[in-house]
Structure formats: structure tokens, C-alpha cells
């Protein structure tokens, strides 16, 4: 335990290694991490299949993330950049489209450059603007027409770098678009992308369906924020309410976080608890926290998140704190050595992270002090996680997103305790509102309401600095 | 939390919800016309006294959707009445978001063909909401409370299923009457509407007047300010845009007549509020 808490200082410490070294780091410090862990362990039974089933998650994570930083080497396209040459790209839509107040943005994975006779194969992306209209969908293949430049950076803004890390080194604006069928292509996707087309683009179907209904049964800009504490999605909370949380060190209610999972998890449990055994539930609210992660746009920080959430819930079901600890910090500790940056830089997973030290550490502690409160079915269990949770987080929080701590603390203090409401009558809205309008917009009420105390404590803190 | 305690919180949740309700149905008198600033493009929205809302036009981009949520009570999903003048970018765009998100309960329109993305996407959204459209004409009204109705004065032909290149002079034109008072809202007609309009003796003559076409050269002939003699115009334009809306022309027409104008660009939302038996006056909410 100690000897894991030492690494992770020692990574935080400084030195980040090169990618080779890395590989091998990562075998030789997970098998010594895993002999620890079982090592503490001794005899006890049940926490076998647990860390199994945990180095079995953060294996496939790995994989996931190892996928991300591997994906988009070719660079072709960038020769074209800044001349006077029309491209004509064929490709499909490979992220979900952006849809700001006056545009759409999208992601364009680039298949074939055509040209008159022939076609030239490739693998890369190109950042697309156009207009509102036609709407278009993840996984449209379409043909793209038009003259591409190079990113430039903003005043303050370093653009070419924040493109640079998804992998996209040409940009086009409004452009001649045309849908195009699959079967017009020289060379037909592979069955792995054609799986990943189909899969995403469900997903992605799911997530808009279920936005829309939220626009639907609440109003402006409170849609947009429950949007944004649900799935992550920002792009339609307006300038000035998005510098409002930025000035009042609230933003991370609007990423998704570990915290923000573990919540969601905790939904859905309650929920499936009513249905059935304890211990199904169990794996439907696994399943139920993956398919939320997807939805949201699985980045490699959500991946995260929604592994440090499904740990923490797992504790909740052995109901032994203690005995996860070790799993769980081993789970972060592995986190760290895939990606040493995560540790600095990387808030969500300090968030995490912190967050479940918070209910290994301060909950049973709590739990104590609190043992006359009245159970009412799962609420003081939900009360006490947040309350640790939140505890344990504030120092990051307010050394990262605060650089005004003194408004940061009252204004998150505040406003935590309404994001569960928020979240979960903001979903409620969402779903009854695709099965009866008129109950969705009556609930919709209720997530205006806690969304607007969210919204006037963040604006009122803006104002007072 | 004890169980008493839960009890407050769900009982004044409910009291939320029916003061809500009840909220809605107070009625302040009057009629509000708001120009929104919705940047290069048009959008108004009117609230009568008895509380039916009609949005004409939606400007270029989602901005209206916002502006709605400002003008509009948050409880209230329900648009009564929307009006398309002509299905030009900027105005039509921000229609169609409003039509995803607000319950419509009727739409009107000319009825003109367009195959331009905006106008399928708006035409597939129509038939998916299922609200009755209606193909208006010179002639037709629209009586929308006790004290309020709405004229059409353009076009002066059924035009629906019609194909034209240029949409602006298929504009429909309103007027708008409260009591006695009167607004004229006239899209983006030009100079060969307004004349056949001042020819035909189509009764414009009205308090306030909308600006045709942003302030364009190509509209607001002398002819048509002397028949319409407003006392107070309304521009709805961006900021630097690049038509070079409003012309001086325009504005040198208005200020020979002393004619005052508001601007959306300069003072961004303006609202024009009307009480029966009082005067009518202007507030800017930028």
C-alpha cells in the first residue's frame, strides 16, 4: 500500500519517461504492484476476482488508450494546406458534430483524395465548418470540396496544438458537402471501422434523441447546462454563463468526473434495486455506467472516470471500504504509469481519484458520526458519499479551476449539493418527455428550478469579484 | 433527512409547480412587440394582452432561441403562432430550432417552393410536429383576442407551390392591431411591393412601421413612408454588417420626415409596449 503510494509520489515527483521505457515499466511495475496487492490480501477469498476483474478492466483501458495516441500518423494532407489547390475528400464523419449558434463543426476522417481519374488512398483527419443546414450525423459518408489551411493560434489560444492532439492538421470553411453513399468508394472500409461506423452511430443517435428532449422540456440556457452536467456537452451553454463558471471555479460540474459517474451509478442502482436482487443489480449498473460512458463520447479521461466510478460502487457492494482500498489505488497507480501526465495535468483523474479516496477514507468515518441520521431508503448513503467525496476534492478543485479561492469555495459548497438533483430530474425530464411531453415538461420544471439556483449562485459569485 | 422533512420539500415542490401554473395566467394588459437582436436578420415576437405568443421569423442563426427564453415565462413550452415571411437564411434559420424545441400550435406562410437545405430541414420538421400550416394572401385575418387581430397585405395572390428565384418581394406582409394602434410588419419587401401596395390602396397607414428589407436602398420609397406616416420605425440589422445595412438613403428619408427609428444593431432587443388608453413606449434590454 505504502510502497504504491510511493510510486505515485515518485511520478508526480518529476521524471516522465520515453515510450519504450514506458512499455517496459508498465510490465514490470504491474506484475510487482499485483504480487503487493495479493500479497496484503493474504487468504482473504473474496477480493480475488475483484482486483482480477479490475486488472482485467484496466487492461482493456490501456488498450483504449494506448488506441488513441497510435491513431492518425499519415500526414498527406497538410502538403495541400494554405494553396490555391481545390481538394475534393471522400471519408466519413468520425466524432460526433459540433452544433454551435451558428455553425456546425465536424470531423472528417479523410479515406481517398479524388481526382479526376483516380483516387489516392489515406487515413487521416480534416476539421470541417459549415452551415447549420443539412444537419449532419456521425458516420455520414460524405465528399468534401474545398481550398484547406493550416490551424492558427489564437491570441491566447494555442490552436494549433489543441487541434495537433486529436490528431488534425487541416481545416476547411464551408466547403461544397455532399452526402455519398459507401458503395461509391474505391476501397470499402475495413469490417472493424464498418463496426465501429454502425455502433457509434447509434450511440450517438441515443444521445441526440435524448438532448433534444431535454431542449425540449426545459428552457434556455438551464437545457443546456443540464446537458452539459449530464452528458458533458457544452457547446450550447452560452459565452457568458460559461465564463461564469469559469470565473467562480465551478466548470468541473460540467465535465464528466468520476464523481459525476459514481452519482449516475448510484441512480441507476436505486433504481434496478427495486426490480431486483441486490446482487444483479449490481452488474446491470456496470453496464448501465459503460453505456453512460459511451454516450458520452468515451474519451480516455471519461474511460477513466467510469473505471475509478465502477470501483467505487463495487466498494459500496462489498460494503467494506478498507478492503478496496488497495484495489483502487492500485487501479490509479496503473492509470499513472500508462500515462505519467495524467497525474499532473490531467484534473479529471485527480478528481477521481481523490473523490474515492474520499469514500474509502472519510465516508466510514462519517457514517459514524452521523449514525443517528435515519436511513430512508438510500439517501443517507448518497448524502454521506457526496459530502466526503466533495471534501476530499476541494483542494484541486480550488487550486485548478479557483484562481479566486475565495469565491470558489462558497460558490461550490453551494452549488454541489444540487448537481444529484439536477442530474437525476434532468434526466427524468429528458426520458418522460420522449414518452409524454406534457409529464416531461412538468419535471422539466423541477430541473429548471435546481438548475436556475445553479445559475444564480454562479452568477452572483461572478458578479461580487 | 427525517421523513417531515421530505414531506416540506415534495409539498412546496408541488407549490412550485401550481404557482407556476397559476403565474402563467396572470394577465398584465397589453400588448408587447419585441424586435429581437438576433444579429443580420429578422425576428419579432408578439405577446397580446391576453397572453397568445407569435413569433415572426427566427433571424440567421439559433440566437432566437435564447432571446425566446428571455421574452418567454421558463414554465411555458407553447408558442401559439408562427410566421415565416419568406424562407430567406435570415429568416428562416432560427425558426426551424424553434420548432424543435416549442410546441407550435399553428404556422403560417406563403407556401412558396424552396429546395435549399434550410427549407427541407424546416419542411420535414413541419410534417414531424404535425401543427396546421396555412397559405396566406392580401385579404386574409387573423383574430388572435378581444382587442387584437392581424391583417395580411402581401402577397396579393395565393402563392402556394409557386417556384421564384428571389423570395424577398414574396414577402408577407402584416399589420398588427391593438385597440387603436397599429404595426406594420413587412419582411423584406422592396421598392416594386411597396409601390403596388401604395397603388392598390391597400390600407398601410399605421403607427409604427418595421423597416422593410433591413434598411436596405432597394426599399422604404418615399411613396410608401408618406402612405404608411409612422411615427416610430423599427431596423432590424448586425452590427457592421456586410450588406452596409442600414443605407443613408433610408435613413436620410426617415430623419427629413421625423421619422425616429431604433436600431437592433445599436440597442440591441427592443421592446415596444402597448396599453389601451395609454401612450406606447419603447424599452431596450441590451
New interface residues.
Given amino acids: 500500500m505504502f510502497l504504491m503510494f510511493a510510486f505515485i509520489l515518485g511520478v508526480g515527483g518529476g521524471s516522465f519517461f520515453d515510450i519504450s521505457q514506458e512499455v517496459v515499466l508498465v510490465i514490470a511495475i504491474a506484475a510487482i504492484s499485483l504480487v503487493a496487492v495479493f500479497y496484503r490480501r493474504g487468504s482473504k477469498f473474496l477480493s480475488f476476482p475483484v482486483a482480477f476483474g479490475a486488472f482485467l478492466i484496466l487492461a482493456f483501458s490501456a488498450g483504449v488508450l494506448r488506441f488513441d495516441v497510435s491513431e492518425s500518423l499519415i500526414k498527406v494532407l497538410t502538403n495541400f494546406n494554405d494553396t490555391d489547390i481545390n481538394l475534393e475528400l471522400w471519408g466519413y464523419i468520425n466524432d460526433e458534430p459540433q452544433r454551435l449558434i451558428d455553425k456546425q463543426r465536424l470531423i472528417l476522417q479523410v479515406k481517398e483524395i479524388r481526382v479526376p481519374d483516380y483516387a489516392v488512398l489515406t487515413d487521416e483527419k480534416v476539421l470541417i465548418t459549415v452551415n447549420l443546414y443539412p444537419e449532419f450525423q456521425y458516420g455520414d459518408f460524405v465528399s468534401v470540396e474545398g481550398k484547406f489551411q493550416s490551424p492558427k493560434n489564437f491570441d491566447d489560444f494555442d490552436y494549433v496544438n489543441y487541434l495537433a492532439k486529436d490528431g488534425i492538421f487541416s481545416l476547411v470553411y464551408y466547403p461544397k458537402i455532399q452526402k455519398i453513399s459507401e458503395s461509391d468508394f474505391l476501397n470499402p472500409q475495413s469490417i472493424f471501422e464498418d463496426i465501429k461506423i454502425s455502433a457509434f452511430r447509434q450511440i450517438f443517435r441515443i444521445k441526440k434523441v435524448f438532448e433534444e428532449s431535454v431542449e425540449r422540456t426545459v428552457a434556455e440556457p438551464n437545457a443546456a447546462l443540464i446537458n452539459g452536467i449530464l452528458l458533458g456537452s457544452r457547446e450550447n451553454i452560452p459565452q457568458d454563463l460559461k465564463e461564469a463558471f469559469n470565473k467562480t471555479g465551478t466548470t468541473h460540474i460540467l465535465a464528466i468526473s468520476g464523481y459525476n459517474i459514481t452519482i449516475v451509478g448510484l441512480y441507476i442502482s436505486f433504481i434496478f434495486m427495486f426490480f431486483i436482487r441486490r446482487q444483479a443489480a449490481f452488474w446491470f449498473t456496470v453496464l448501465g455506467i459503460v453505456i453512460f460512458t459511451i454516450l458520452t463520447g468515451a474519451s480516455a479521461s471519461v474511460i477513466r472516470a467510469a473505471i475509478m466510478g465502477i470501483l467505487v460502487l463495487l466498494a459500496y457492494r462489498e460494503g467494506r471500504f478498507h478492503n478496496m482500498a488497495n484495489s483502487i489505488v492500485f487501479a490509479g497507480l496503473v492509470m499513472i504509469v500508462l500515462n505519467p501526465k495524467v497525474l499532473r495535468f490531467d484534473v479529471g483523474f485527480q478528481l477521481s481519484f481523490l473523490a474515492t479516496l474520499g469514500l474509502i477514507y472519510l465516508a466510514p468515518f462519517l457514517s459514524e458520526k452521523l449514525k443517528k441520521m435515519p436511513e430512508l431508503w438510500t439517501f443517507k448513503e448518497n448524502f454521506i458519499a457526496t459530502l466526503s467525496a466533495q471534501i476530499m476534492v476541494l483542494p484541486v478543485i480550488l487550486y485548478n479551476f479557483g484562481s479566486f479561492s475565495l469565491v470558489s469555495l462558497p460558490a461550490n459548497v453551494l452549488i454541489l449539493p444540487a448537481v444529484p438533483i439536477t442530474m437525476f430530474f434532468g434526466f427524468l425530464a429528458g426520458v418522460s418527455g420522449l414518452i409524454w411531453l406534457r409529464l416531461g415538461e412538468a419535471i422539466g420544471l423541477i430541473a429548471w428550478l435546481f438548475s436556475e439556483y445553479e445559475i444564480l449562485i454562479v452568477r452572483i459569485f461572478s458578479v461580487i469579484l | 433527512?427525517?421523513?417531515k422533512k421530505?414531506i416540506i420539500v415534495f409539498v412546496l415542490?408541488v407549490l412550485?409547480?401550481v404557482l407556476?401554473f397559476f403565474a402563467d395566467s396572470k394577465n398584465e394588459a397589453g400588448l408587447k412587440v419585441y424586435f429581437f437582436d438576433v444579429g443580420q436578420g429578422d425576428s419579432i415576437f408578439i405577446e397580446t394582452e391576453e397572453k397568445k405568443q407569435i413569433l415572426i421569423d427566427g433571424g440567421?442563426?439559433?440566437?432566437v432561441?435564447?432571446k425566446?427564453?428571455e421574452a418567454?415565462p421558463?414554465?411555458?413550452?407553447t408558442i401559439d403562432l408562427v410566421i415565416l415571411t419568406h424562407s430567406d437564411k435570415d429568416h428562416i434559420?432560427g425558426l426551424?430550432e424553434v420548432l424543435?424545441?416549442?410546441?407550435v400550435k399553428g404556422i403560417i406562410e406563403t407556401g412558396i417552393e424552396c429546395g435549399k437545405?434550410?427549407c427541407?430541414?424546416w419542411k420535414e420538421l413541419k410534417e414531424k410536429e404535425k401543427a396546421p400550416v396555412i397559405f396566406v394572401k392580401l385579404g386574409d385575418s387573423l383574430v388572435l383576442d378581444e382587442n387584437t387581430k392581424i391583417l395580411i397585405l402581401n402577397p396579393f395572390v395565393d402563392m402556394a407551390g409557386e417556384k421564384i428565384s428571389k423570395a424577398n418581394n414574396s414577402s408577407i406582409v402584416a399589420k398588427l392591431i391593438y385597440g387603436g394602434y397599429s404595426i406594420l410588419l413587412t419582411g423584406d419587401i422592396e421598392k416594386q411591393i411597396e409601390e403596388k401596395l401604395v397603388l392598390a390602396g391597400v390600407d398601410i397607414d399605421s403607427d409604427y412601421l418595421k423597416i422593410p428589407h433591413h434598411g436596405s436602398k432597394t426599399s422604404t420609397t418615399e411613396e410608401f413612408l408618406k402612405k404608411t406616416s409612422p411615427l416610430l420605425a423599427f431596423i432590424s440589422l448586425g452590427k457592421n454588417n456586410s450588406y452596409g445595412h442600414p443605407h443613408k438613403i433610408v435613413i436620410d428619408r426617415l430623419e427629413k420626415r421625423n421619422i425616429k427609428y431604433y436600431r437592433t444593431d445599436e440597442l440591441g432587443t427592443i421592446l415596444l409596449i402597448c396599453r389601451l388608453n395609454e401612450q406606447c413606449h419603447i424599452e431596450n434590454q441590451k
Fill in positions: 433527512m427525517p421523513p421530505q415542490l412550485f409547480l407556476a440567421p442563426d439559433n440566437k432561441v435564447q425566446l427564453s418567454m421558463f414554465w411555458d413550452r434559420l426551424i424543435k424545441r416549442y410546441r437545405a434550410e427541407l430541414a
